[in-house]
């Protein structure tokens, strides 16, 4: 399954499978799309290191200043094996 991201009342809403294949698309559509302060993961079925990059990416465009939620169990150990854990506040 392709990943989507729907923006609604300042939430990204992320569904599908964030892999390499998926999330360039998600970056380009979520850097130049409507204004968001936060990023809501309860869709994500599946997600590798490329989805915690996203975030990272994400975070960065937002001078840091965007919660992430509901990151889902796969997303949080890449994030711990990678150090990054704290960042995406896991």
């Known amino acids: 399954m392709n990943a989507t991201a729907t923006i609604s009342n300042n939430v990204a809403k992320l569904s599908g499978t964030l892999d390499h294949a998926s999330v360039a698309h998600l970056l380009d ?6 204004e ?13 290191s ?10 960065e465009a937002h001078d840091g200043e965007l919660k992430i939620t509901d990151i889902p169990p796969q997303m949080q150990r890449v994030a711990e094996l990678s150090g990054v854990a704290e960042l995406l506040n896991c």
Not at 29 to 34: N, R, T, W
Not at 39 to 46: A, K, R
């Open 50 to 59: 490329a989805g915690v990059a996203l975030l990272l990416e994400l975070i």
């Open 29 to 34: 559509e979520l850097i130049d799309g409507e």
């Open 36 to 48: 968001y302060s936060a990023v809501c993961l309860q869709g994500v079925e599946h997600s590798n």
